[in-house]
């Protein structure tokens, strides 16, 4: 179905800032929802962001609003999560989701809202 590539993330200090990726191919659906999601060792995969086709429609988790921004370039079917201030419990694994909708939807916020993730890409915050 439609696959899901993550790239940007690395080592870096706390305070320091990433910029996810995540380019998106094998599009069946003429719009998309799409989200952020990571996974820390020996936790549940927890929703971070999530941006409407128009990106008019943006959520985020409380404990990164402030600091994570996601947007999205349709043209290039990519959509991109700005990670600043970046906290040691900010590590772990991002993974980026995507359902089509026919009109665009919301910022959907839950894992099941979604049927398509990327591999993920690790992102891992120093003290």
């Known amino acids: 179905q439609v696959q899901l590539v993550e790239s940007g993330g690395g080592l870096v200090q706390a305070g320091d800032s990433l910029r996810l990726s995540c380019a998106a191919s094998g599009l069946t659906f003429s719009k998309y929802v799409m989200a952020w999601f990571r996974q820390a060792p020996g936790k549940e995969r927890e929703f971070v962001a999530a941006i409407s086709w128009t990106g008019g429609s943006t959520a985020y988790a409380d404990s990164v609003k402030g600091r994570f921004t996601i947007s999205r370039d349709n043209a290039k079917n990519t959509v991109y999560l700005q990670m600043n201030s970046l906290k040691p419990e900010d590590t772990a694994v991002y993974y980026c989701?995507?359902?089509?909708?026919?009109?665009?939807?919301?910022?959907?916020?839950?894992?099941?809202?979604?049927?398509?993730w990327g591999q993920g890409t690790q992102v891992t915050v120093s003290s």
């Open positions: 989701a995507a359902v089509g909708s026919n009109w665009g939807g919301p910022a959907y916020t839950k894992e099941y809202e979604y049927d398509s």
